[in-house]
């Protein structure tokens, strides 16, 4: 398999300059009705250091507009919760909307629970922010959430996906690729499992910093490739995907378990989650297989004299993060 050329990596790396690594981690609101007819509310809103993205839910009931009776905040998200006592207007029917999200590229999963047991799961997006909510009815396996959660936090985590064209560019042949894939596809795995079912917990900020380490690290033995220099993320790229796939296993783990979700769903949230990045995963291999045959074909001169190129600029992009994220450490 040819080497992938930089011209593949400047979409994605304008990308990455507008919007930190992490930014995109989904939100979670929540509203559980009790056998007394009181409502209870959660919103958890994803930060980033001191930013946080501009989302404000709101419900056509109004109860989301008077002050939480509890706010908090974590290392990665801002808790708010509300109380609204009974007797109140319906659940049933009104209508859901997190503002500002069409001007985002996260998700929010909502998640409604009915004073007789039954539930509701959909994912609001940039798409359609807004829905109205459905009467209470017998629950249905939220497959199709819970897939496409774990598709799109693939697809925004661009420091896990220039870990993957790290992965790219230092395997030479199909066949070790997909060794290699497949042994970070059980590292993170594993660990994701680990993390959101609480057998480890290891602070995000160290996390962070450790995963822009392995794209520093991946991108340098790249380098060492292209220059016919081989070590052992050469000669066996697939232990060195596993042992880093444990830490961005860790880091996927953030936008599921922090988020909050309640305990009897998180098995099943868990698998398909992982089914979703793993699809998301392979979706953007392939595609990026295919830019480079492509590009190859049509200008292959400038193809060559760039191929050098993708390493460095992974390494430096990386480089920044791991900076940035061992500050916030200190």
Known sequence: MKRIHGALLWP??????????????????????????????????????????PLVPEISTGWLRGEPYSSSR???????????????????????????????????????????GTEFTQVLNPATPRLRLPRAAMPELPIRQYLALG??????????????????????????????????TIAHSMSLAAAVLGLVHVPSAPVEATIALSIVYVAAEAAHAGQGRTHLARRAPWVIAFGFGL?????????????????HDIPMALLLFNIGIEIGQLTFVALLLLAAKTLRRIVPMWANRMSGAPPYVIGSLASFWLIERVQVIF
């Open 151 to 184: 598709f799109t936090h693939i697809w925004g985590g661009i420091d896990h996906l220039l870990y993957i064209v790290g992965l790219v560019l230092l395997v030479r042949d199909t066949r070790t690729l997909v060794k290699t894939i497949t042994g970070f």
């Open 12 to 53: 994605l790396l304008c990308f990455a300059a507008l919007v930190h690594a992490h930014e995109v981690r989904p939100g979670y609101l929540e509203f559980t009705e009790g056998s007394d007819g009181d409502v209870r509310i959660v919103w958890r809103q994803p930060i980033a250091g001191i930013y946080a993205l």
């Open 74 to 116: 974590t290392e990665t998200t801002y808790v708010r919760e509300w109380h609204v006592p009974a007797p109140h207007a319906d659940l049933d029917g009104a209508t859901v909307e997190v503002q500002g999200l069409e001007r985002s590229i996260t998700d929010v999963l909502l998640r409604v629970e009915y004073a007789n």
């Open 247 to 263: 830490l961005h296993g860790l880091g996927f783990a953030g936008a599921l378990s922090e988020v909050g979700l309640p305990a």
